[in-house]
């Protein structure tokens, strides 16, 4: 059984850092694209940051230069450090774990990460 759990949401105040860690457990994990989604009320789920396998990573506009993913394979987590913290970053934030062939992708549950003074 494949399980992605998402975990070190919260409140934090403008300007502030937080830390998500997705732990995943029944896939090989070394060898997906890892992903952190978010999606904020009334929008819809935007994809913020992605590392590949070889540890290639990629960013959406509004969080590069704040925010870095990083995957630890020995524990099959990955990390979305979030530094400079907006509200408009508030959102649920989720974790994906991608396989192109054959074609596999998982979900995490979520987790709030709210940015208010």
């Known amino acids: 059984q494949v399980q992605l759990v998402e975990s070190g949401g919260g409140l934090v105040q403008p300007r502030g850092s937080l830390r998500l860690s997705c732990a995943a457990s029944?896939?090989?994990?070394?060898?997906?694209?890892m992903g952190w989604y978010r999606q904020a009320p009334g929008k819809q789920r935007e994809l913020v940051a992605s590392?590949?396998?070889?540890?290639?990573?990629g960013y959406s506009d509004s969080v590069k230069g704040r925010f870095t993913i990083h995957r630890d394979n020995a524990k099959s987590t990955v990390y979305l450090q979030m530094n400079t913290l907006k509200p408009e970053d508030t959102a649920v934030y989720y974790c994906?774990?991608?396989?192109?062939?054959?074609?596999?992708?998982?979900w995490g549950q979520g987790t709030q990460v709210t940015v208010s003074s």
């Open positions: 994906n774990a991608l396989l192109n062939n054959p074609r596999s992708n998982y």
């Open positions: 590392i590949s396998s070889g540890g290639y990573t």
């Open positions: 029944g896939i090989n994990f070394s060898i997906y694209v």
